[in-house]
């Protein structure tokens, strides 16, 4: 298993929409345990392999307390939604931001596991958001694209300042967080 490195805000290449992954074979389980142990390293709860440059539809979380239930949702579609729920979101590629977004409350989703089995999944709370959240990422979609024109186009000022400064250490801001991290 490798850490992978995680493309942060205004990456161009977070824009690309993933394609459907076509088998399910030794790559794709490797790089969902890569993906796995980035997300846990990182502390995040969900993540799109678009986020680590990979633009095949594969999404892995875990919103467990304890952090030992991985799902991984290869191919996944939303078969049905319902609802509406706001939430604050934070983002692995777009570090120390978080905005409320609206969501669907409820989902169905299929996909495929990391062993090509079919299965179907209703949804509801953190782990809708977070899917739906992780799915956006496949289409090129980052949760501040939800934001007004005014708010996103301060953001990316910042983060262009940010990338030129020296990096900050990881661990900065990270007591601040309170919102998951998806
Ligand atoms: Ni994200």
Known sequence: ??????LHYPDPRLRIKAKPVREVDE??????????????????IG???????VHERVLVLDISEDRDQPLCFINPKI??????????EGCLSVPDIFETVSRAEFIRVAALNEKGEHFEMDAEGLLAIC????????EGKLFVDYLSTLKRSRLKTKFRKKAKRAPVSRDAGRSRISAPVI
């Open 1 to 6: 298993m490798a850490q992978l490195t995680i």
């Open 27 to 44: 790559r794709i389980r490797s790089l969902v345990a890569d993906m796995l142990e980035t997300m846990y390293e990182e502390s995040g």
């Open 47 to 53: 993540l799109a392999a678009t986020q680590v440059n």
């Open 79 to 88: 078969l049905h939604s319902e609802g509406e729920v706001s939430y604050e």
């Open 131 to 138: 899917i739906q959240h992780e799915m956006d990422h496949l």
